[in-house]
T-cell receptor
């Protein structure tokens, strides 16, 4: 079946502008994750959604970052007033139910460049 | 100190060599250990998954976990140019939170 999809694949924006990144998880997966991957930094956890539970936002680096998940499916990560340090690859993953050790399937990522 | 340490490389080996990739960790609560492969401009894909200690083999790939030393390894036998990628280790204790290493860039030369 279809894997995790993300759009856009690339986004170039000017400092101070807002951006929206979209993630379509695998159908039937109730858990959804956002990560940020910067050069030499590995994957940094941003936010986790599980079903109708309150999301775990503990990884969001500042209040300029927010995310929502509508209808338990599609998720949008929004970065307001972008800064150059926000430049990175933003990866979305989904898993069956978010239980310990549940396999996470990743999308191809959105490469964000802030000029 | 990071919870998970991984040498970033790059690691260059000739085709056919045995490759050893390693991660160390500090959190003794980790019990799920994963290796992901990430090709350039692609998302990570799960390569190996191990629960607790021991070895697991899948084709040319072997994953080893030594919980007493807090050390995990991925061995690739008969390496191929198509194995050239970044390899990320990941660990979890019992929740949804994976902790990832920074990744090791591997280049297999034809």
């Amino acid at each position: 079946g279809a894997g995790v999809s993300q759009s856009p694949s690339n986004k170039v924006t000017e400092k101070g502008k807002d951006v929206e990144l979209r993630c379509d998880p695998i159908s039937g997966h109730t858990a959804l994750y956002w990560y940020r991957q910067s050069l030499g930094q590995g994957l940094e956890f941003l936010i986790y959604f599980q079903g109708n539970s309150a999301p775990d936002k503990s990884g969001l680096p500042s209040d300029r970052f927010s995310a929502e998940r509508t209808g338990g499916s599609v998720s949008t990560l929004t970065i307001q007033r972008t800064q150059q340090e926000d430049s990175a690859v933003y990866l979305c993953a989904s898993s069956r139910d978010g239980q310990g050790g549940d396999e996470q399937f990743f999308g191809p990522g959105t490469r964000l460049t802030v000029l | 100190q990071k919870e998970v340490e991984q040498d970033p490389g790059p690691l260059s080996v000739p085709e056919g060599a045995i490759v050893s990739l390693n991660c160390t960790y500090s959190n003794s609560a980790f019990q799920y250990f994963m290796w992901y492969r990430q090709y350039s401009r692609k998302g990570p894909e799960l390569l190996m998954y191990t629960y607790s200690s021991g070895n697991k083999e899948d084709g040319r790939f072997t994953a080893q976990v030594d919980k007493s030393s807090k050390y995990i390894s991925l061995f690739i036998r008969d390496s191929q140019p198509s194995d050239s990628a970044t390899y990320l280790c990941a660990m979890a204790s019992g929740t949804y939170k994976y902790i990832f290493g920074t990744g090791t860039r591997l280049k297999v030369l034809a």
